[in-house]
């Protein structure tokens, strides 16, 4: 039987059709931004139902005929948002920096989890996440938020070292991280907190003295169960509200010179008695024996022809055997970002008259970072031990068939458990340490890290010939073979998702360069190097292990390698910069950073495309095919915009990766400052001009 044809509609109906969507969007009243962020998080959540009227994609929660719960706006925009105690769970999404215009931004007492989101509304006066399990630390975004009143973390999971971030915060009056799992000194730009009245850091690791704290206008200060030592400034005892419990500080009056708990007072006092006299007279003798050591050593290094002592200062090839990463000098060249393991001053700095005294003398703030530096070294590291026999069961011997990738440095294997747990494991040649103190060196460097995007430590392996490392398995494996090694029946990245890999990798690299204290270089910046989570969110891994890196010819591979390292010592931390847009390449072409299957002319990727990049017809042949055209044509411009910053060829024209940062973001806001605009254009207008 013949089948029916339908009549098609008339093309006033289809013309009105048309109409009616169009002023559906253009009658909506809320900023279209604001709706997709709050669309990420309800999803993020799960989409509860404790969310009464929330949605997970459009709405109108300004518009006068929705009511959705926590949220209040003023005119089109969201300004508050109020989740408190409605037991919610999940992530808060990844989009919330879209929120411009929220000030008040209230989830405390709920049971969210993850990492805090590393971008935040940009213009929030009062955050609220108390009780929580978020993980990780704070995020170095807050360091931008220049008018927050109010942070409050406490009762979470945090952990790891303050980033030294508090410098641009003038109208935090109020601090909250209490219960978490703080650990280290307090960063010193805290003393910039010029208007902070209300600091809780009770329960926490906290260690070191809190001369940091002694010209701030406090009125509420909780200190206690940490591990501060020293002794307590005479200003703070002022304080209506001081707690102080719980801490090993020094007793007595503090020595003088010592008003403030110096490190040095605290190093010597302890937890004993004593007079101030007493306790200055110590001071000198300790300050007195630490000289005529040195002195002592320097003879020792002089006179001595045995191999031990000079391998106590080097290794075979040379180097100072410290693990803290590695910076640039005024002069472009790498030194160690901390003080070295070795004695507290160079023995070529002392004369070589054994009664005379160091030609350089050890001021009093060099003096107290050794000491800090050498407490630090030896805290316990917050992480879980493993024994070697234990990953060797779950690495099933370290078999052929775990190994998920072989370094220049190390093999990473999969590690398998009883209970489900999958973990990685970063296996070092023996020969890379000379003892178990230069393998813990390592880990404290490395502990420190902590960022949304950064691959986190979570354990290691100390026996002597076994150094092992320990991290999460991320079940999507890296960017490289995310993009080179698929299938034909594996989903390719979207559009969307390359651009939120570039900026949350770009955001662990600033971090590196800018949130740290001294900065790291990585010196390892690859596709295979970041890695993809359970979301297909970035995690960059083997950050702090730049020591190993003395030839990024062999580590990095052909068609990374940044033009300025034809020498080891070549390589500064624009170089990071030239490695990140050889990964954004990648991302925008899917094609590899050298490929010999290729035409001698296209082998090379960055040479093949660079010329290209501000060809708008080339650009568009350049795309990786997977995307079948799902992009917007001006969001493919100016990410290689951003990309052929990051490749030229010489460093002092490329961007820092804050500036990265920025301009991946800046394309953000202003395709949706385009798309407003373009509201009552046609349907076929907007879907060309539309961005990201």
Request: hydrophobic fraction near 35%.
């Amino acid at each position: 039987m013949a089948r029916r044809r339908h009549p098609l509609p008339p093309p006033q109906l289809v013309g009105l059709a048309i109409f009616l969507s169009v002023a559906a969007a253009a009658v909506a009243k809320t900023d279209q931004h604001d709706v997709t962020a709050l669309n990420v998080m309800f999803d993020s959540m799960s989409k509860p139902s404790q969310l009464s009227g929330w949605k997970s994609s459009g709405g109108d929660p300004c518009g006068n005929d929705e009511d959705w719960k926590g949220i209040k706006c003023s005119g089109s925009s969201v300004i508050e948002i109020n989740l408190s105690g409605l037991g919610l769970s999940g992530s808060l999404g990844y989009q919330l920096s879209s929120l411009k215009s929220v000030t008040k931004f209230d989830a405390s007492n709920n049971n969210l989890n993850g990492d805090i989101p590393y971008q935040l509304p940009p213009k929030m006066v009062q955050l609220n996440l108390y009780g929580n399990s978020f993980t990780g630390g704070i995020p170095y975004s807050i360091s931008q938020m220049d008018d927050l009143e109010t942070l409050n973390v406490g009762k979470n999971h945090l952990n790891g070292q303050l980033t030294d971030m508090f410098s641009q915060l003038p109208k935090l009056s109020t601090l909250d991280l209490s219960f978490n799992g703080f650990s280290g000194s307090l960063p010193q730009s805290f003393q910039h907190l010029r208007n902070l009245k209300t600091l809780n850091v009770e329960s926490n690791q906290f260690s070191g003295h809190i001369d940091v704290l002694s010209k701030l206008p406090l009125e509420d200060l909780n200190l206690q169960n940490n591990k501060f030592t020293g002794w307590i400034p005479s200003k703070l005892k002022d304080i209506n509200n001081l707690q102080i419990g719980g801490n090993q500080w020094s007793s007595g009056s503090a020595p003088p010179g010592m008003e403030k708990g110096s490190a040095l007072g605290s190093s010597i006092g302890g937890g004993g008695g004593g007079s101030g006299i007493n306790g200055f007279i110590i001071a000198a003798i300790v300050i007195a024996v630490l000289l005529v050591a040195l002195i002592l050593l320097s003879v020792l290094k002089r006179n001595s022809s045995s191999p031990v002592s000079s391998h106590y200062l080097m290794d075979e090839s040379g180097h100072n055997r410290s693990f803290a990463p590695l910076v640039d000098d005024a002069g472009g060249h790498k030194q160690s970002s901390a003080i070295n393991m070795k004695p507290l001053e160079n023995p070529s700095s002392i004369s070589r008259t054994p009664s005379a005294v160091p030609r350089k003398s050890i001021s009093d703030n060099e003096f107290e970072n050794k000491l800090n530096y050498s407490r630090r070294s030896t805290d316990p590291i917050n992480l879980v031990t493993y024994s070697s026999s234990d990953l060797q069961a779950a690495t099933g011997n370290f078999h052929s068939s775990r190994l998920l990738g072989q370094g220049t440095i190390s093999g990473v294997y999969k590690a398998k458990y009883a209970d489900g747990r999958v973990l990685v494991v970063k296996k070092f040649d023996p020969l890379s340490f000379s003892g178990s103190s230069d393998f813990m060196d390592l880990m404290n460097s490395i502990s420190k890290l902590r960022h949304p995007n950064i691959s986190e430590l979570v354990g290691y392996c100390p026996e002597a010939g076994h150094y092992m490392l320990v991290y999460d398995y991320h079940i999507n494996g890296s960017l490289y073979d995310f993009l080179h090694l698929s299938d034909d029946y594996s989903k390719p990245l979207t559009w969307d998702t390359r651009v939120r890999i570039a900026i949350g990798t770009a955001s662990a690299l600033e971090y590196l360069h800018d949130g740290c204290s001294p900065s790291v270089i990585h010196k390892n910046i690859k596709a295979s190097n970041v890695l993809l989570d359970d979301d297909l969110n970035p995690r960059l891994t083997d950050c702090g292990l730049a020591y190993f890196y003395e030839d990024t010819n062999e580590s990095l591979g052909p068609g990374y390698n940044p033009p300025e390292c034809t020498r080891s010592a070549g390589y500064v931390m624009k170089s990071d910069v030239y490695c990140f847009g050889v990964v954004m390449l990648q991302l925008l072409t899917g094609r590899k950073p050298y490929d010999s299957s290729k035409s001698r002319t296209e082998q090379s990727l960055v040479k093949f495309v660079t010329s290209q990049l501000h060809d708008i017809d080339a650009l568009g042949a350049l795309a990786d095919p997977a995307l079948r055209g799902l992009y917007p044509p001006k969001a493919l411009r100016r990410f290689a915009d951003v990309l052929a910053r990051c490749v030229q060829s010489d460093p002092e024209f490329r961007p820092s990766m804050s500036e990265v940062v920025q301009s991946l973001l800046q394309c953000i806001q202003r395709t949706t400052s385009s798309r407003r605009i373009a509201g009552h254009r046609s349907i076929s207008q907007r879907s060309e001009d539309s961005d990201w």
